[in-house]
């Protein structure tokens, strides 16, 4: 059970006893958003503000309580800081939504006319709304003072606006969905568990297909049914494809996202601290369902496939083994290393498949690939690996218009090299040295001529161990909004 809010617009806001929360910039007066108040209420929240030191910086807050006509009513001044960051108005949103969560108060009303940003009130709304999931099916017992009581936001603002707003709507039942996905355990969302779980896109008008292990033999999926032959749970390959185009494009453009529900590290077992954390190794297969339904709620005029290779990455004594050598669907023969190195050995069997079935000239894959890109990058950006410069370069900018920040890194023949086998075609792990980079290497091999490709290494981005001002720790639906605007900016008119 996951917690559902109602958003609503008015054009004007009105004197009730719902939380009134309103945005302030760095350097702004107070008396931006203080004139539209009661004069008591004015006084006290400047009294406040001063006594708080508050001065608009990005998540700060100061809050009084005043008496109106129909009871008291919290009003909350939240700073959006310089407006530097382009989530400066979601984050306040959100820093909000974290304060009022479970504090009592059931109804929240957003105002940033004073602003005069392009939906400003609506971006605060779609910041609460990420923060305010959480999943809750599993609590048997909690705390009155512990239980969400927000049902309710109301965003006052234009006609206009509030047209606007099934797109916000849409990308977050999309974020939601990669959350849901990331979130479960792993004997609920294993590889069939998380198709079931997709199935329901198919009422937004997406065609789900899947392929078992069967079908997958039948193509020569060695390296992905490598990874899954340890596990009892059946592997699949689950496509998504979304056409707004009514056949008018026809290549697709394709999303490929790692699914691996839970990672042991096979045979090359993980250390057994912090290995809970691995059922969100299926983080990129998560965005890229969630980018699908975000498409496919907000109508976008194009056309998108999206593959999930998708299996369970276990030790049993029919595991694969240190040094054996899988032949993939392309006909490359791999030697297997290190069993733990196992996404990109999903990872080029779909991107394979997607080449052959569909031919699209650009290509995306997420993966929560590499601890080295943690290493490099923290948890504030993903890696960017690309064989084209114009699809960086559009990914890195849909990231910092969307939020979800990338930073490339480089390709190379020289680290290319780091990735032969003395045996096989293909080693699946290189030196320690350069780890993301020769794991992009891996997976370039895999990428025929003429496409364009872009490998996204989310492994830092996709789960938070701490709390942001847009989500709780934990899953973070991480590559929903930079996918939804990647197509929003270069594939619809």
């Known amino acids: 059970m996951t917690i559902s809010i109602t958003v609503t617009f008015t054009p004007s806001g009105s004197e009730d006893t719902s939380a009134l929360i309103l945005p302030l910039g760095k350097g702004q007066s107070i008396d931006l958003v203080t004139k539209d108040l009661s004069a008591d209420s004015a006084t006290a929240i400047k009294r406040a503000a001063t006594a708080g030191r508050f001065d608009g910086t990005l998540a700060s807050i100061v809050e009084i309580f005043t008496e109106t006509e129909n009871g008291a009513r919290r009003i909350v001044i939240v700073g959006t800081g310089n407006g530097e960051d382009s989530e ?46 959480r999943l809750d099916s599993y609590r048997t017992k909690a705390l009155p003072k512990t239980k969400p009581t927000v049902t309710d936001i109301t965003v006052v603002a234009s006609d206009e606006e509030a047209s606007g707003w099934e797109r916000f709507q849409a990308v977050y039942a999309g974020i939601a969905l990669a959350r849901e996905l990331v979130t479960e355990p792993p004997n609920v969302i294993h590889p069939t568990g998380f198709v079931e779980r997709c199935r329901p896109l198919a009422d937004l008008g997406v065609t789900i297909e899947t392929l078992d292990r069967a079908e997958m033999t039948k193509l020569g999926m060695g390296a992905l049914l490598g990874v899954a032959q340890g596990s009892a749970q059946e592997p699949h390959m689950l496509i998504m494809r979304w056409d707004g185009t009514e056949g008018a494009q026809k290549k697709p453009v394709a999303f490929v996202g790692k699914g691996v529900t839970f990672d042991t590290g096979g045979i090359s077992l993980k250390p057994g601290a912090g290995m809970e954390d691995m059922k969100f190794d299926m983080g990129g297969a998560a965005a890229v369902a969630g980018a699908m339904r975000a498409l496919a709620g907000r109508k976008a005029k194009a056309h998108v496939v999206g593959i999930c290779g998708l299996v369970e990455n276990m030790p049993s004594s029919n595991a694969q083994r240190p040094s054996d050598i ?72 849909a990231g910092a218009v969307s939020g979800d920040k990338l930073w490339r890194l480089p390709l190379g023949k020289a680290y290319d090299k780091l990735i032969d086998s003395s045996i096989a075609d293909i080693k699946n792990v290189g030196p320690r040295e350069a780890g993301s980079i020769t794991a992009a290497q891996f997976l370039q091999r895999f990428v025929k001529d003429g496409v364009k490709w872009a490998h996204l290494d989310i492994a830092g981005t996709a789960w938070r161990k701490t709390a942001s001002n847009l989500a709780d720790k934990g899953a973070t639906g991480y590559g929903v909004r930079l996918l939804d605007r990647f197509i929003a900016d270069n594939y619809e008119g």
């Not at 909000?96 to 940033?112: I, Q, R, V």
């Not at 000239?361 to 690939?369: E, F, G, P, R, W």
Request: with cysteine; net charge negative.
């Open 88 to 133: 400066s108005f979601e984050k306040a949103g959100g820093t909000a939504m974290a304060k009022l969560l479970t504090s009592g108060e059931t109804m929240l009303t957003f105002d940033a006319r004073s602003q005069g940003v392009d939906q400003a009130g609506s971006r605060m709304a779609f910041g609460a709304l990420q923060r305010s999931w």
């Open 326 to 397: 899988v032949t993939t669907m392309s006909g490359q023969t791999v030697e297997v290393l290190n069993t733990d190195a196992e996404g990109r050995l999903v990872l080029c069997d779909a991107m394979h498949w997607v080449q052959e079935n569909y031919a699209p000239d650009v290509m995306v894959d997420l993966a929560t690939l590499t601890g080295a890109m943690i290493i490099a990058l923290g948890f504030e950006q993903a890696g960017c690996f690309s064989n084209d410069d114009g699809l960086a370069s559009q990914l890195i900018n």
